[in-house]
């Protein structure tokens, strides 16, 4: 049994079919890319993985439990954490309060004992605040603690908001364009940071990806959607060579 | 200007950041504490009116400021409040139990209120809570046996542990004093803990608060429940402050007096609330003021600029029919709330701190600093 899977997935608008059919399995500590040209249906799959759109048809399973009905909310408390295409911050927060938000799927307090602040309050806001500290230090975050998030520059957001993601400690993270609109250096730090997921912090990663240099680097395998199908799937090097691959991105 | 180096986790948790909080909060409470023997009853009659209209706007705020659930039907929570105290002290019941009973039902009915509110969002929530207030209002006015209707309630003096406490006395004044600094500090606790986080995830992104674990429609409804249970609370003090409650006294004008404690006082912070407050207060005076001696006034300088005394007099009977015109006091608002939105959307909370920042800068400060600035527009996002 593998540790995610999606089985015979589809999300049809009407007419379109942006997922048509898709199933793949992702084992337990690997980091496996969905690449695929524009429109191909890669952050559909995601968004159908985090629940944002109900599948037409198709079921997930994750550690052997069917998620497919799972309520959104209980996604991340299943442990499987994601960060979005276009960055969905807490615009007007502090970038702490936005990693302690990643925090929520931990805490355990009642709304009458936060109202009084008990010590059972603060000690949990305490192991909260080691946590996000740790995970600042993993990604090099110390310089913007008590920043609000609207002043940042776009390539700190992107960071911050992998930060959020591994704050609440997942199994399982989906990494929606971790490059995009980085440059070449922050991109070769991505590159680092997700190895060091997988190695250090023992997270498998679902990634979809454009920039194949970083897929190259990182991916175990590989996955190319076109039109909400899957066209191939392996290595890096396999996939990139698959004679669908070439045709679906050179119009061959 | 202070740089704080913090050396514990608790340096984050804790309410006041630095000693300079304390003496300044310590040397306002001590004004607070002496007000009412040192200032006019009219003035302490105001602050009474201010702590009961802050109260409200730190329960506002909780729902609009930080969770960002657009709300006018807060009348309605106040009037439940107020009707729940007048109704249930005629069978003698003791003050601190109908005070939390008013909180209570109203938290009951703001959690109602919530859950066809979960759907919507924007102007059609707006729509829809000012909808609810009608409907309670319409309810206070047919439903004689229990509110007399139309004709109104008289709310007797209220009696704490078998002392009468007049509601132009001090006492009174304490006790509503006590009951808002009690919502704010038990709000402050909520905003920094998980509670108050998921509430202003929400706020900003409520997809992203779904992915990472907030249970949006849960969050929502306590949010309405809070909020509302809080202007339950205030709705019994109002009641008393008053001593008389009729459903005409709960309209949506009031609704958006609350609506302008929080947008002109600033809608990020419970500061906000509490400038709101006093300006929305004190304006009142003002109006008066206007209503009574601007129409001799503009006639005195019309004379004084060579206009004979028939002239003169058309102007002050036309100035005086402008200042008491029905509906001016709606009017003023809408400009004034238009004027802040306009050109001080952070309220008069905003502008203290820049004020502040000005002299810990100084000479430093730079104009652009708070300059706004047009940032890049989302596309495709996730709603």
Redesign the interface.
């Known amino acids: 049994m593998s540790y995610f899977r999606a089985e015979n997935l589809s999300l049809h608008f009407g007419g379109l079919k942006a997922v048509d059919s898709v199933s793949f399995a992702v084992e337990k500590g690997e980091i496996l890319s969905i690449i695929g040209p524009n429109g191909a249906g890669k952050s559909s799959i995601f968004?159908l993985i985090?629940r944002?759109y109900p599948p037409t048809s198709g079921r997930i399973f994750f550690e052997d439990q069917d998620i497919t009905e799972q309520?959104?909310?209980?996604?991340?408390?299943l442990g499987i954490?994601?960060t979005?295409?276009?960055i969905?911050?807490?615009?007007?927060?502090t970038m702490?309060?936005n990693l302690?938000?990643?925090?929520?799927?931990h805490?355990a307090?009642q709304?009458w004992q936060?109202?009084?602040?008990l010590p059972s309050?603060?000690a949990?806001?305490?192991v909260h605040?080691?946590r996000v500290?740790q995970v600042i230090e993993f990604l090099d975050l110390e310089a913007y603690r008590d920043k609000l998030i609207?002043g940042l520059p776009y390539g700190v957001r992107k960071v911050i908001e992998l930060a959020?993601a591994l704050c609440?400690e997942p199994k399982l993270i989906l990494l929606d364009e971790p490059s995009s609109g980085l440059n070449v250096e922050e991109t070769d730090d991505m590159s680092f940071w997700i190895r060091d997921m997988k190695t250090e912090l023992g997270i498998t990663v679902l990634m979809v990806e454009h920039d194949m240099t970083l897929v190259n680097r990182v991916s175990d395998r590989v996955i190319a959607l076109n039109y909400g199908r899957v066209l191939a799937m392996g290595s890096p090097s396999e996939v990139q060579r698959h004679p669908d691959v070439v045709a679906a991105y050179l119009g061959a | 200007m202070r740089f704080l180096f913090k050396t514990d986790?608790?340096d984050?948790?804790r309410l006041f950041p630095h000693s300079g909080y304390v003496v300044s909060y310590g040397i306002l409470l001590a004004f607070l504490l002496i007000a009412p023997f040192v200032l006019s009853s009219y003035l302490v009659s105001q602050l009474v009116f201010v702590c009961i209209y802050a109260t409200v706007g730190v329960g506002l705020m909780i729902l609009t400021g930080f969770t960002g659930q657009a709300s006018l039907g807060h009348a309605a929570f106040l009037a439940i409040g107020a009707y729940t105290a007048g109704y249930l002290q005629q069978y003698n019941v003791p003050f601190p139990v109908y005070f939390l009973a008013g909180g209570l039902l109203t938290g009951v009915v703001g959690a109602l209120v919530g859950f066809p509110a979960l759907r919507l969002s924007g102007i059609y929530l707006v729509i829809a809570t000012i909808s609810f207030a009608f409907i309670v209002e319409e309810v206070l006015a047919r439903w004689e046996s229990v509110t007399h209707g139309n004709e109104g309630m008289r709310v007797k003096t209220l009696s704490l542990f078998g002392q009468a406490v007049p509601q132009n006395g001090p006492t009174f004044y304490f006790l509503c004093l006590g009951v808002l600094i009690l919502t704010i500090v038990?709000t402050l606790?909520?905003l920094?803990?998980?509670?108050?986080?998921?509430f202003?995830?929400i706020?900003?992104?409520e997809?992203?608060?779904?992915?990472?674990?907030?249970?949006?429609s849960l969050y929502k409804v306590?949010s309405f429940a809070?909020s509302a249970a809080i202007t339950g609370l205030a709705g019994v003090l109002f009641a008393h402050k008053l001593s008389f409650i009729s459903p005409e006294m709960f309209t949506l004008q009031l609704s958006i007096e609350f609506i302008i404690v929080i947008l002109i006082g600033g809608t990020?912070s419970l500061h906000g609330a509490v400038l709101g407050a006093i300006f929305l207060v004190m304006i009142d005076p003002f109006l008066t003021y206007l209503k009574d001696d601007i129409p001799g006034i503009i006639a005195g300088f019309a004379s004084t600029f060579g206009a004979d005394s028939v002239t003169a007099g058309k102007i002050q009977s036309n100035a005086a029919a402008i200042a008491s015109a029905n509906g001016l006091k709606g009017a003023i608002y809408g400009i004034i709330i238009v004027l802040f939105v306009l050109f001080e959307p952070l309220g008069l909370y905003g502008r203290w701190l820049k004020i502040k920042l000005f002299f810990q800068l100084f000479p430093l400060y730079k104009r652009a600093t708070f300059k706004r600035q047009k940032?890049y527009v989302?596309?495709?996002?996730?709603r």
């Open positions: 968004n985090s944002i309520p959104a909310y209980d996604i991340a408390g954490a994601r979005f295409q276009n969905e911050l807490f615009e007007n927060a702490l309060s302690l938000v990643g925090r929520h799927r805490s307090t709304l936060e109202l009084l602040f309050v603060r949990g806001e305490k605040r080691r500290e609207s959020r609440s | 986790y608790e984050d948790i038990g606790n909520l920094r803990s998980p509670t108050g986080r998921a202003v995830a706020r900003d992104s997809t992203a608060a779904r992915s990472m674990g907030v249970n949006v306590k809070i990020f940032i989302k596309s495709e996002r996730n």
